[in-house]
C-alpha cells in the first residue's frame, strides 16, 4: 500500500512539472512572436487592427496563467502525498514507542 501512494505521488507530481515546463515553452514561444502594427490611414481601421491582436494577446495570456496555476497545484498535491507518507510513517513509529513505554511503566508498577 505504502508503495503505490509513493508512486501514484511521484507521478502527480511529475504530472504537474510537466504541465508547468509546458505553459513555459508555450510562453517563451509566444513571446517569439512579432507584432507588427499594420499602418493605415483610417484611424479606425488602424484601431480596429491593432485591437485584434492585443485581445488574442489576453487571451492567450490567460490560458498560459490558467495553465501555470493548474500545474502548480498538480505539483503541489504531488509532494503533499509524498510528505504526507513520510509523516504517517513517523506518527506510526512514535504511537509504537508511545505504546512500549505505557507497557513498560505498567510493568514497572507492578
Known amino acids: 500500500m505504502a508503495l503505490s501512494t509513493k508512486i501514484i505521488g ?5 504530472i504537474g512539472v510537466a504541465v508547468l515546463l509546458f505553459t513555459f515553452y508555450s510562453a517563451y514561444q509566444f513571446l517569439l512572436g512579432v507584432f507588427v502594427a499594420p499602418s493605415s490611414g483610417d484611424l479606425a481601421r ?3 487592427d491593432a485591437l485584434t491582436p492585443l485581445i488574442t494577446a489576453c487571451i492567450r495570456a490567460i490560458y498560459l496563467g490558467i495553465m501555470g496555476w493548474v500545474g502548480g497545484l498538480i505539483t503541489r498535491r504531488g509532494v503533499q502525498v509524498i510528505v504526507g507518507e513520510k509523516e504517517e510513517k513517523g506518527k506510526e513509529k512514535i ?8 507497557k513498560e511503566g505498567k510493568q514497572e508498577a507492578k
Do not use: P
Not at 504511537?95 to 505505557?102: H, Q, T, Y
Open 10 to 14: 511521484f507521478l502527480t507530481l511529475f
Open 46 to 48: 488602424s484601431f480596429t
Open 95 to 102: 504511537a509504537k514507542e508511545e505504546v512500549k513505554e505505557v
